[in-house]
């Protein structure tokens, strides 16, 4: 009877030890994962910024500086 409570109880130790390592690789991949997305979010709002750039560039271009000025105002 001792004999098998100790082969379980080896047994539950050999999984917990799996699970240990299973959740730390997890845990790594999450914080990859977390810097991936930061870059991804800095990526998109360079676009954002580039755009609205353009656009404003593309305003005073074609409107001219002194009526975007004026539009900006009112």
Do not use: P, Y
């Amino acid at each position: 009877m001792d004999h098998e409570i100790c082969t379980n109880i080896d047994v539950v130790e050999v999984k917990v030890d799996q699970h240990e390592g299973q959740i730390d690789r997890l845990f790594k991949g999450q914080k990859n994962v977390d810097e991936r997305l930061m870059a991804i979010e800095l990526t998109l709002k360079q676009i954002k910024w580039t755009f609205l750039g353009a656009l404003g560039f593309f305003i005073v271009s074609e409107v001219g500086l002194l009526k975007a000025f004026k539009i900006l105002m009112n």
